[in-house]
Every structure is written in C-alpha cells, then in structure tokens.
C-alpha cells in the first residue's frame, strides 16, 4: 500500500493509505471532521523490547508491537505476526482495518494488531517459544478475553498461541479465552484453521450467484498457497470452480485446462512447497497476477497489486485473500476499468469470524462440533455479504467504500451510545 502519492508527492504508508479509503466512505457519510479524526486515532500503541537468550548462549534484542485500534463494539482483537518486515506503521494499518473487519460482519469487537520484527525460519523451536513467552511477559497487562484477545497472523501458528496462552495464565490464571486459534485439544476451535481460506472461497460464490455467473465458467488463479490460499482452493475446487494457477514462494504455476487441487494439495503436504511440481508450467508470481482470467485471488502479502501493474490485470473480479493486496493507488484504476474487487475486510473475515466463534465456546466453556461452526461461518458471512452489496448498489460506490461505510456507521452508533 505505498504507491499513492500524496500533496508532498512522497508515497503513502501502510496507515496513510487505510485512512484515504477511511476518509472516502467517511466522505459518503458526510461524518463530522471531529468524530474521523477521533475513529482514525488508535486507542493506544505499544512499542517493547524483547531481550532473548538464543541457543548458543548470545542475547538477541527484539523490537515487538501491539497496537489498539478501538474498543467501542467489544473488545480488542486482532493477530499477532512475525515477520522481518513488521514495523509500526504496518501494525497500525492492520489494527484500524480489523476495527473495520468485526464491525463489517457485526460480531462483538474492535481492532488490534501486534507483532515482533523478526525471521522466524531463522529461529529453532526453542528461541522461537522464548521469544514468544518474552513478548507475553511486555504485553500481558493490556491483553485478556475482556480486553484485546490476540490471534495467528503471518509466520504464527496455533502451537505459538498455546505458549501465549500458557504465559498470559502464569500471571492471570486459568483463561483459555485470553488468545484464539489456539490447537484444538488445547481449547481450540474446529475449523479455525481452515477459515479465513473458506470464507474467501463463500464470498466467491455469493458473488458469482448474486451477479448470476456460474462457478463452472470462471477460471481463478491464486496467489499464495499457504493457509488462506490452500483452504479457499480447496473449497473452490469443491464447488468446480476452474482454479488453473496457484504460487508459493517458490514461484507460480499454470495449467489451463486445470490444476488438480488434492493433487496439489498432497504435493505441498510431502515437500513443504510447490517447489518441482511437475503437473502445472513454471510462471512468477508476477506472471500469475496478470494472467487471462475472470477470477484473481491474492492471499499472499500485501501491496501486490499496485497503479504499475493494475492496468494489466485481467481478472474481472478480485477477491482479497490478503490483508491490502490491492493498494491505495491501483484501487481507483481497476475501479475505472469496472474491475469487481471484493474487499479485505470482508473476504478475509472467516478467521476473525471463526476467532470470535472459538472465544465463545471457550467462555461458555462448551464445545461446537464442525457442521456447527460451518454453517455459522456460512450465516454471518452471507449476512455480511448482502448487507455490502445493498450498500454498494443503493450508494452506487464500491465495494470497499461500502464495505466501510457500514463498518464506520456501526461504530460510530457504539462510540455515541457509550456517551463520547
């Protein structure tokens, strides 16, 4: 999300470019200038130290994050990534978009985001549990199931929650419902992992049936096929949608008459990776973008998709598996182009959702079997889904302007039914 220019002519961050789409729907909603600075402003930002002792005896000092976007639907919550790359201001960008997120689909919370700078394909098992445990230890005061309940996110994972949760229990005692995405037999929800890559897949097809297009005509290329992206080709191949490329970071790979998904499937499972598969041609990941079909699904990292490529994109509609696939500055030109995209804080909402369902269970302290948590998924993002579409066609904006103006309304309604 840092291609669009701004009056000092310097790219947009991460955050700036979040507050142009806020300040678009706000416009839409004629919102006082005072209530948009004040939904734009987060809650509270924390920046800690996180001293390591690694394997061969040296202290490695951390820079982690977490940042607290707004509390006024419920409480706070939001993932926690490591990744090289994580800094401040991306936090801050992904925590204002998850206020956004739970409010789209109406369930109980506001935003938050956090995460540590780091590499965690460099750290062994156990530097990766002492950083995680040494990271609870700075943040455990401001987190809690009534506070801001974190979650997975990029290179986390649920046995990473099961040592978060264990942490956070050693100062306030037994609360399973303090994190989500945790394993199954530690409190966990079934179908949490398959979830955000579901609800893509969902909101695909109630997309196709509302614009009244058939699964079986529509090729779709995915990129990234990690957890999001392997889920909602599952679920799509499923459905007989017409998947012909998939990616990694070992690169893309095409087939035009089809890739054979469980085959696919079955392949990362024994190799860990695409890399040498054999029954697709070898593209880029840039390649795969600019590809000649209907469907295009970015579930990799953000900012993919940006004003220099987007007039070669092809696909008619684009569904973002990804957190900010689509940035700032190409959003306006695949607007012009009658470019569909079915925006973040919708598409990717099945984890939250799913998230929102496991805390749930664990403060009730009852567990749903999967048809259960399936079919509420199904309900909450249909809800969410027509809802969007009503918006979008009554205000003739985008789905992503309409997306947000809801989610601004609904906590704009909260923030003055609390009083402020």
Avoid at 37 to 59: C, F, I
Avoid at 266 to 281: F, H, P, Q
Avoid at 365 to 393: C, G, H, I, M, P
Wanted: aromatic fraction near 8%.
């Amino acid at each position: 999300m840092n291609d669009t220019l701004i009056k000092d002519e310097r790219p947009m961050t991460a955050s700036e470019a979040v507050a142009w789409y806020f300040d678009r729907a706000a416009d839409q909603l004629e919102l006082d200038p005072s209530k948009r600075e004040m939904l734009k402003m987060p809650k509270r930002e924390m920046t800690v130290e996180v001293p390591v002792e690694m394997d061969d005896g040296s202290l490695q000092t951390l820079v982690g994050f977490r940042v607290q976007h707004n509390n006024a639907r419920g409480p706070m919550k939001g993932g926690l990534r490591y990744h090289w790359e994580v800094d401040l201001d991306e936090v801050r960008a992904l925590a204002s978009l998850m206020t956004w997120k739970t409010a789209v689909v109406n369930i109980p919370y506001g935003g938050a985001k956090g995460g540590i700078c780091v590499d965690p394909r460099k750290l062994t098992r156990k530097e990766l549990q002492r950083v995680t445990r040494k990271f609870i230890d700075q943040i455990h005061e401001i987190i809690g199931p009534d506070k801001d309940i974190p979650a997975p996110d990029m290179g986390t994972n649920s046995e990473v929650m099961a040592w978060m949760r264990n942490q956070f229990e050693k100062y306030h005692g037994f609360s399973p419902a303090c994190i989500t995405g945790k394993p199954v037999e530690d409190y966990g929800a079934l179908g949490r992992e398959e979830a955000t890559g579901r609800g893509v897949g969902i909101l695909a097809f109630k997309l196709l049936n509302r614009l009244g297009r058939r699964p079986q005509d529509i090729r779709v290329a995915i990129q990234g096929f990690g957890n999001v992206g392997s889920h909602a080709a599952k679920y799509m191949h499923e459905s007989e949608f017409q998947i012909v490329a998939i990616s990694d970071v070992s690169g893309g790979y095409y087939r035009a008459d089809g890739i054979n998904i469980p085959d696919a499937l079955r392949y990362v499972i024994e190799n860990k990776s695409l890399e040498g598969y054999k029954e697709a041609d070898k593209i880029s990941n840039e390649e795969l973008l600019e590809l000649d079909v209907e469907m295009l699904i970015p579930a990799a990292l953000g900012g993919c998709i940006t004003r220099n490529n987007a007039e070669r994109i092809k696909a008619q509609f684009i569904i973002e598996g990804a957190n900010g696939p689509v940035t700032a500055g190409a959003d306006p030109i695949l607007e012009a182009k009658g470019t569909i995209v079915l925006p973040d804080i919708l598409a990717n909402a099945g984890g939250v959702t799913v998230s929102y369902f496991e805390w749930v269970q664990n403060r009730q302290y009852y567990s749903w079997d999967l048809n259960r948590v399936r079919q509420q998924l199904d309900s909450v993002l249909s809800k969410a889904f027509e809802d969007v579409w009503q918006e979008s066609t009554e205000r003739k904006v985008s789905f992503r302007t309409a997306a947000f103006m809801i989610a601004i309304r609904r906590v704009v309604r909260a923030t003055e039914l609390a009083g402020i």
